[in-house]
């Protein structure tokens, strides 16, 4: 089974210390925010290199292989009878007997405090700790082809007159996915089913600069680095999802405002993420084989990230209503793998160059400037968002429903 780090991207991101609504604004000196963050999504499906959407499991549809069934076979007289049958009748081990199938589905759920610190009244200080709650189900399946026909009538032909060894047959192709699984506990894997797992994502530190504050231009420059203490994916689980990817990453960002009204402005942005290369024990698997392979120390590089949108939103000082439309851009480069075997390099890099399109809607409600009023006994403000996904490539199919709760004090 191909694991696939990207699962978490946009999470990552979400919650961290930017938003997908973006502003130059920041924090009056001294003045100091708390924001939770809560965000839920859920994933069966993903993008192939062409767009087209494939089941999440797709590394799991996989043909069952007469070398496979020889390899788990645990009776040595029996894989020798096999493999002498096979070389009789002329089959290669390399011949499949059918296909592995699978549903996988996936839900995130989010909860990240963000701190905001005003250092002037044009320099915030961030921090943001993501808390999630992950969870997998996955249904595994196996399908006959006319491999296995074949080699259940060669089996009971008038010359090997072989039913007992067909009928054991047929017990085993009903068994493939028990099989399995027992080949994933043989080696170390944990067998397929429901997993879930909560815990501390990476966390986020990030400065803010407002260097521009005219009347109807603001430019603001960000930069911060992504801390690696969320938990990494266990190479034992094949349906793990990470709570981070065990790297530092270092960012910068660009974020640019046009005041065309009192309550209206336009936003853009563009955010480059820098990943930096590790080292771990990776499994070194190839398209037709993920668990019977070795486990090395290996050098990679995760692919950087590019971000960008824009937005028109809205922000009343009489009511405090707020809102915005917008559409938002994510592009990750593909990884790099230092493998010495060109099979194993190519699965590990496989369709790990990744895009995907968003559009994005928000509506909520500050108290900030009737607090200012003395109309109101607290300055805060709460928010409601929605991502829906347009297009992506070698990404999940993900839509997000987000909430902010700010408090100032």
């Known amino acids: 089974m191909h694991r696939n780090h990207v699962l978490a991207f946009a999470l990552l991101l979400s919650a961290g210390a930017a938003s997908a609504f973006e502003s130059t604004k920041t924090l009056p000196q001294g003045v100091r925010n708390l924001n939770i963050r809560g965000l839920y999504t859920s994933t069966s499906e993903k993008t192939d290199p062409?767009?087209?959407?494939?089941?999440?499991?797709?590394?799991?549809?996989?043909?069952?292989?007469?070398?496979?069934?020889?390899?788990?076979e645990d009776d040595p007289l029996k894989r020798t009878q096999l493999e002498a049958f096979l070389v009789q009748q002329g089959i290669s081990k390399e011949q499949s007997v059918g296909d592995f199938y699978a549903d996988l589905n996936a839900r995130i759920n989010v909860w990240a405090p963000i701190v905001g610190w005003g250092l002037s009244n044009d320099m915030t200080l961030a921090v943001?700790?993501?808390?999630?709650?992950?969870?997998?189900?996955?249904?595994?399946?196996?399908?006959?082809?006319?491999?296995?026909?074949?080699?259940?009538?060669?089996?009971?032909t008038d010359s090997m007159n072989n039913y007992g060894s067909a009928q054991e047959a047929v017990e085993?192709?009903?068994?493939?996915?028990?099989?399995?699984?027992?080949?994933?506990?043989?080696?170390?894997?944990?067998?397929?089913?429901?997993?879930?797992?909560t815990g501390w994502g990476d966390t986020t530190l990030a400065l803010k600069y407002r260097a521009v504050n005219q009347d109807v231009l603001k430019f603001a420059v960000t930069g911060g680095v992504v801390?690696?203490?969320?938990?990494?994916?266990?190479?034992s689980i094949l349906t793990d999802l990470p709570l981070g990817d065990g790297q530092w990453d270092v960012f910068s960002q660009l974020t640019f405002d046009q005041q065309l009204t009192s309550s209206v402005f336009l936003n853009q942005f563009a955010r480059y993420t820098y990943q930096a290369p590790d080292r771990r024990r990776i499994p070194w698997k190839t398209y037709d084989e993920s668990i019977e392979v070795p486990v090395n120390s290996t050098e990679f590089k995760y692919g950087d990230k590019v971000d960008g949108g824009l937005s028109v939103q809205y922000e009343s000082l009489v009511t405090g209503v707020t809102a915005g439309l917008g559409a938002l851009y994510y592009r990750k480069f593909g990884d790099r793998y230092e493998v010495s075997e060109i099979d194993s390099k190519n699965e590990l890099q496989r369709w790990t160059d990744q895009n995907a399109e968003y559009?994005?809607?928000?509506?909520?409600?500050?108290?900030?400037e009737a607090f200012r009023r003395k109309e109101f006994p607290l300055p805060a403000s709460i928010s409601m968002e929605y991502r829906r996904q347009l297009a992506s490539r070698n990404t999940p199919i993900t839509d997000f429903a987000q909430m902010d709760i700010n408090l100032f004090f």
């Open 50 to 72: 062409n767009g087209n959407s494939i089941s999440l499991a797709e590394a799991l549809w996989r043909p069952l292989r007469f070398r496979s069934i020889l390899s788990t």
């Open 128 to 156: 943001a700790v993501p808390y999630y709650s992950t969870s997998t189900d996955i249904e595994p399946g196996f399908r006959t082809n006319q491999g296995a026909e074949d080699f259940l009538a060669r089996l009971t």
């Open 172 to 197: 085993k192709f009903r068994d493939a996915i028990g099989r399995l699984n027992r080949k994933l506990v043989k080696y170390n894997y944990s067998q397929l089913g429901s997993w879930n797992q």
């Open 227 to 235: 801390v690696p203490t969320g938990r990494r994916d266990s190479p």
């Open 359 to 368: 559009a994005q809607a928000r509506v909520g409600y500050s108290t900030v």
